[in-house]
């Protein structure tokens, strides 16, 4: 089920969420970043209102709502409609493609996954952000999700692992992890520097980066 009609319905809402809370954005933000390639020509699957692409220099942004794009258009995104299994793009036309909490709300997360490597030039990476399931963030927002929440109960959360799987699935290797938020949910956020390529455990924010092979044909 396309969870794009409640996107469209609430992107108001769902942009808010960084302005209220500004230092968690900020954080997720720098953890991404470490992954992120300077320079070169990026998509961001499943971009939202642009609240990532825009900070981290991402040219290109996809995503189903048209509300959110109106918004990702504005902060100077330059934006395509589409679903993320089904990437209307030519294969390794991309450098880089970024996929923020995006499987989470995808009725297909190995399908984007693949595609997301498709449409990367070999060499290229596929970073993916999620908010890791074991973790006491993914705990809280699945509570929320049960509670009726209006995004959280359109989600469906991994674990780390997982993820890295679906992304070897699709023809990538795994070379870097970023974790932050090591503080749980509900005592005052802090500032802290991300954790590269150790425990993930614990962390609420984890990015990981998948490189296309280049010996492997990826159709």
Known sequence: MSTAPIFDELFDRYDAW?????????????????????????????????????NLGVELGLDPSEKMLWVARRRGVEVVQGVGELLPFRSCSVDYAL????????????????EAARIVRR??????????????????????????HPFYSA?????????????????????RRIGVLSFPPGTPPR??????????????FVCVRGVKKPSKQIR
């Open 191 to 204: 500032r802290e520097e991300p954790c590269e390529d150790g425990d993930m455990e614990g962390m609420g």
């Open 18 to 54: 960084y302005l209220r809370n500004r230092l968690l954005a900020e954080l997720e933000l720098r953890a991404a970043s470490r992954l992120v390639p300077r320079g070169g020509v990026g998509l961001e699957i499943g971009v939202g209102t642009g609240f990532f692409a825009s």
């Open 99 to 114: 996929v923020v909490v995006t499987i989470c709300f995808d009725d297909g997360p190995q399908e984007l996954l693949r």
């Open 155 to 175: 989600a469906r959360f991994f674990t780390v692992a997982e993820v890295e799987e679906m992304m070897r699935r699709a023809g990538l290797s795994i070379d």
């Open 123 to 148: 060499g290229g990476a596929v970073i993916a952000c999620i908010v890791p399931r074991e973790s006491p963030w993914g705990r809280r927002y699945a509570e929320e999700g049960r509670a009726g």
